[in-house]
C-alpha cells in the first residue's frame, strides 16, 4: 500500500462517534424495557407459535395452537364475548362520551364540572370496584330488588345487551376526555358559512361539527374497545352471578386449572394483542383517508358561555352521573353499612361489624394491605425513575433508540395486565431462568417489575409534557461548567419537575395498589394481597366484608396520597423560597 492511498483511506474512514453520558442513559433505558415490557410481549407471540417453548416442552413451529381455541366451545365463547363487549362498548360509549363532551361545551352546564371529575374518577378507579357495585344493586338479592321492589332491573342488567352498556358507562370516559380536548379550539367561519346557506343547528353539527370531530370520536372509541378487550374486573366480578366468559378470565382460569395450561393461556393472550393491533391499524387507515387540518389563523379558544341551568340538559348529565358512578359506589358504600341487605332499609339494619370483621379477621386484611402497600410502593418509586430517565433521554438526547423507547411507552399502554402477566410467568417461570437462579415466578419482587411495567407509559406522558418546557440552554450552560450528567439533572432538571414526577409517581402507586388482574395472576400462593382478598370475599359472598374492605383501603390510599402530595407541594415551595432569599443577599452583598 503507497503512501498516498493510506492517506486516501484513513481520509475516508469516519472517526468513531464516543457516546456520551446522554447514550449511556438511553441504553440502560432501552435493556430496562426490553425486560419489563418488549420481552414479555415477544414470549407471548412466541408462545402462540411454538407451543411450550418456555417450559422446555416445545412442540412443533405452526398455527395448531391458535385453532385449537376455535375448537373448544368455552374458549371460543369467550372469544366471541370479548369481541362482542368490545365492539358494542365502543359504539355505545363512544356516543355517549362525544354526546356529553359537546353538551357540555356547547353551553356550560351547572353540572359541567361534577361530568369532569366524574370522567377523571371513573377512569382512576379500578374497573372491578364498579363491577362490583353494580353486582351490589342489580343482582336478585341487590338494592335494586330487595329495597325498592325494581324486580325488572336484574335481567335488564345480567345480559349480554345489559353488560355491554354496564362496561360503556365504566369506559365513556376516554371518549369524554378526547372530544373535549378537540372542542378547544373552534374554527366558526366553516359554521357561519353552513347558517348562510340555509342550515339549520342540527344540519351545521351533523354535516360540519361532527365531520371536524371524527379523530377525536374514533380516537374515544378506540380507546374503549382496547380498555373493555382487556378488562379482567367485569369478568373476575361476574364469576359469583353471571357466567359470562372472556379471553381476559379465559386467561385465569387456564393457568389456575388443573392441568395447568400456560400454552392456551399464551394463544389467548395472542388474539387479545392481535386484536388490539388490528383495532389500532384500522383506526389509523381511516385517519388516512381524508385530511382533518381544519384550524386555521382564525381559529379561537371556544368561548365561555353563560352558565346553563336548563332542566333538560343538566337533567342527562345528572343521569351520566348516576349511572355511571353515584349507583355503583354509593352500592358499595351502602352494604358495607348494612347488615343484612334482605332486612330492606331501616336504623336497625345499619351496623359497622363489617368494618369490625375487616380489621379483626385474623390480620388477613391487614396482612393483604401492608403487603400491597409495600410492593405498590416500590414499584411507584421505580416507575418514577425509569420513566424520569427515558423522559429526559427523548427530550434533551439524540439518542437514536428514542423512537424505540417511544414506540415502546406507547404500545404498553393498550397492553392488558393479563397479558403482561403472562409474558411474565413464561420469562420468568423459563427452566434456563430457573437453572441460572433467577426464576421470579412465585415470588413477590415479580409484582414490583410487573407494577413498574404497567405505570411507566403513563408516567412517561406526563413527565415528557413537563420536561418539555425546561430550557436546553440551561443544561448545555451546566455542561460547560463542567456538570456532569447526574449533577444537571438532581440540580436543574428535578427541581423544575418536581411537581410532575410526585404526580407521576403517586399516579403509579394508586393504580398498583388495586390492580386485580397482575395480582391474581403473578402473586405467589402464599401472599396475601389486597385486590385479591377483596376479589375472594366478594366470591365467597361477603359483600359486606368486601365492601369494607375496598372503603378502608381506598380511604387510606387517598390519604397517603393527599398527605405525599402536600408534603411534596411544601418542601418544593419552601426550596424555592429558601433559593430566592439566598439570590436576594447574594445580590445584595
Excluded at 448545555?476 to 423544575?496: D, E, F, H, K, S
Excluded at 395472576?521 to 365467597?540: G, H, K, M, S, T
Aim: charged share 10%; glycine share 8%; hydrophobic share 60%.
Amino acid at each position: 500500500m503507497t503512501v498516498a492511498s493510506a492517506a486516501l483511506t484513513g481520509a475516508n474512514r469516519r472517526p468513531r462517534r464516543r457516546l456520551l453520558a446522554e447514550d449511556w442513559l438511553g441504553i440502560a433505558v432501552v435493556l430496562v424495557l426490553i425486560i419489563l415490557v418488549l420481552a414479555p410481549m415477544a414470549a407471548v407471540l412466541l408462545q402462540a407459535f411454538i407451543p411450550g417453548a418456555f417450559s422446555g416442552q416445545s412442540r412443533s413451529i405452526g398455527f395448531g395452537g391458535l385453532l385449537e381455541i376455535l375448537e373448544r366451545p368455552l374458549w371460543r365463547r369467550a372469544l366471541w364475548n370479548s369481541l362482542f363487549l368490545a365492539s358494542i362498548a365502543a359504539v355505545i360509549g363512544g356516543l355517549m362520551g362525544s354526546g356529553l363532551a359537546i353538551l357540555r361545551h356547547n353551553s356550560r352546564l351547572a353540572l359541567g364540572p361534577a361530568l369532569d371529575i366524574a370522567a377523571w374518577a371513573i377512569i382512576i378507579l379500578p374497573s372491578f370496584i364498579l363491577a362490583q357495585g353494580w353486582i351490589l344493586f342489580a343482582s336478585r338479592g341487590g338494592l335494586a330488588n330487595q329495597w325498592f321492589g325494581l324486580g325488572f332491573v336484574p335481567d335488564l342488567v345480567f345480559n349480554p345487551w345489559g353488560l355491554a352498556i354496564v362496561m360503556s358507562l365504566k369506559s365513556f370516559p376516554f371518549a369524554y376526555l378526547t372530544v373535549s380536548a378537540a372542542l378547544q379550539w373552534r374554527m366558526d367561519d366553516y359554521a357561519h358559512a353552513a347558517r348562510l346557506n340555509g342550515a339549520g343547528p342540527l344540519r351545521v353539527l351533523w354535516t360540519v361539527r361532527l365531520p371536524m370531530l371524527l379523530p377525536a370520536v374514533l380516537s374515544g372509541a378506540l380507546l374503549i374497545f382496547i380498555d373493555v378487550l382487556g378488562d379482567f374486573g367485569l369478568p373476575a366480578a361476574l364469576a359469583t352471578t353471571y357466567r359470562f366468559p372472556t379471553l381476559t378470565y379465559a386467561i385465569y382460569v387456564a393457568i389456575n386449572q388443573s392441568p395447568i395450561r400456560f400454552d392456551l393461556a399464551g394463544v389467548m393472550a395472542f388474539y387479545v394483542t392481535a386484536i388490539m393491533l388490528l383495532a389500532v391499524m384500522a383506526y389509523f387507515r381511516v385517519l388516512r383517508r381524508r385530511r382533518y387540518d381544519f384550524l386555521g389563523a382564525r381559529a379561537k379558544l371556544a368561548p365561555m358561555a353563560a352558565r346553563n341551568t336548563a332542566i333538560l340538559p343538566n337533567g342527562i348529565a345528572l343521569a351520566a352521573l348516576m349511572l355511571a358512578l353515584i349507583i355503583p359506589i354509593g352500592a358499595s358504600v351502602i352494604v358495607s353499612f348494612t347488615d343484612r341487605i334482605s332486612q330492606g332499609i331501616g336504623w336497625g339494619n345499619l351496623t359497622l361489624r363489617h368494618y369490625v370483621y375487616v380489621l379483626d379477621t385474623g390480620g388477613a386484611f391487614l396482612s393483604a394491605l401492608r403487603s400491597s402497600t409495600a410492593i405498590a410502593a416500590q414499584a411507584a418509586v421505580g416507575s418514577g425513575i425509569i420513566a424520569a430517565a427515558a423522559a429526559y433521554v427523548m427530550t434533551f438526547s439524540g439518542f437514536r433508540l428514542n423512537r424505540l423507547i417511544d414506540l415502546t411507552c406507547t404500545l404498553s399502554l393498550a397492553v392488558p395486565g393479563v397479558v403482561l402477566g403472562i409474558g411474565y410467568i413464561f420469562i420468568w417461570n423459563a427452566p434456563l431462568m430457573d437453572r441460572a437462579g433467577l426464576s421470579l415466578y412465585g415470588h413477590p419482587f415479580i409484582l414490583v417489575l410487573a407494577g413498574i411495567a404497567g405505570a411507566v407509559p403513563i408516567a412517561v406522558r406526563v413527565l415528557l409534557g413537563a420536561m418539555a418546557q425546561v430550557p436546553a440552554t440551561m443544561l448545555q450552560a451546566a455542561a460547560l461548567q463542567g456538570a456532569g450528567l447526574g449533577r444537571r439533572i438532581a440540580t436543574i432538571v428535578v427541581p423544575l419537575i418536581a411537581a410532575a414526577l410526585v404526580s407521576a409517581t403517586l399516579t403509579a402507586f394508586g393504580a398498583a395498589m388495586f390492580d386485580l388482574a397482575i395480582n391474581a395472576i403473578l402473586r405467589p400462593p402464599r401472599l396475601d394481597v389486597l385486590p385479591v382478598y377483596v376479589n375472594r370475599a366478594f366470591e365467597q359472598g361477603a359483600f359486606g366484608a368486601a365492601t369494607a374492605a375496598t372503603l378502608l383501603a381506598g380511604g387510606l390510599t387517598v390519604a397517603i396520597i393527599a398527605c405525599i402530595s402536600a408534603a411534596a407541594r411544601f418542601a418544593l415551595r419552601r426550596l424555592i423560597q429558601t433559593q430566592d432569599s439566598k439570590g436576594t443577599t447574594d445580590a445584595d452583598t
